[in-house]
T-cell receptor, first 109, second 112 residues
Framework: GQSLEQPSEVTAVEGAIVQINCTYQ??????LSWYQQHDGGAPTFLSY????GLEETGRFSSFHSRSESYGYLLLQELQMKDSASYFC??????????FGKGTTLSVSS | ETGVTQTPRHLVMGMTNKKSLKCEQH?????MYWYKQSAKKPLELMFV???????ENNSVPSRFSPECPNSSHLFLHLHTLQPEDSALYLC???????????FGSGTQLSVL
């Protein structure tokens, strides 16, 4: 089977940098995705790493190492609106995504 | 706006009721999904449809019955549910083989 591990909660202050780690156990090659979900809202796509390396999109960056079955989401210059749950997910092309339990990020002023 | 519309947004039903959840998308994506999200649990994949054919049924109890009449609509028929089935039910779409899911806002279901 497949399983993903990520921290349940992270707290930080505005302007800080936060890294949310994700490790997974799978039986084959998987791409790593990240989704953001605000309270009462739907998950929204943030990033996808099909290969190893770092992807940067504005204040958010995502890293993936297939050999280590590990990845992280890096959030810089944190803002109050970044308070949300962040889910890592793995999936092969042609199969549906399997999600981690999510990390609740609380940003305070 | 993700292009996925789910109705109703909220639903309260008794254990003997029959109800249906509806999901609609008009962006031509050929893969559609039902996920269940309970408190303190990860999103659980329930069903996958590729080109209107069910390709995955993730050991879901038969009291949940999906239907995909065309590439734009997906239903989840509910009957004789249990209180533990209370959760947020999310529909999602993607290109077949795509890694990016677009979710609807979900239906918050409460079973009394």
């Amino acid at each position: 089977g497949q399983s993903l591990e990520q921290p349940s909660e992270v707290t930080a202050v505005e302007g800080a940098i936060v890294q949310i780690n994700c490790t997974y156990q799978t039986s084959g090659f998987y791409g790593l995705s990240w989704y953001q979900q605000h309270d009462g809202g739907a998950p929204t796509f943030l990033s996808y790493n099909g290969l190893d390396g770092l992807e940067e999109t504005g204040r958010f960056s995502s890293f993936h190492s297939r050999s280590e079955s590990y990845g992280y989401l890096l959030l810089q210059e944190l803002q109050m609106k970044d308070s949300a749950s962040y889910f890592c997910a793995v999936g092969q092309a042609g199969t549906a995504l399997i999600f981690g339990k999510g990390t609740t990020l609380s940003v305070s002023s | 706006e993700t292009g996925v519309t789910q109705t109703p947004r909220h639903l309260v039903m008794g254990m003997t009721n029959k109800k249906s959840l509806k999901c609609e998308q008009h962006l031509g994506h050929n893969a559609m999904y039902w996920y269940k999200q309970s408190a303190k649990k990860p999103l659980e994949l329930m069903f996958v449809y590729n080109f209107k054919e069910q390709t995955e049924n993730n050991s879901v109890p038969s009291r949940f019955s999906p239907e995909c009449p065309n590439s734009s609509h997906l239903f989840l028929h509910l009957h004789t549910l249990q209180p533990e089935d209370s959760a947020l039910y999310l529909c999602a779409r993607s290109q077949v083989g795509g890694e990016k899911l677009f979710f609807g806002s979900g239906t918050q279901l409460s079973v009394l």
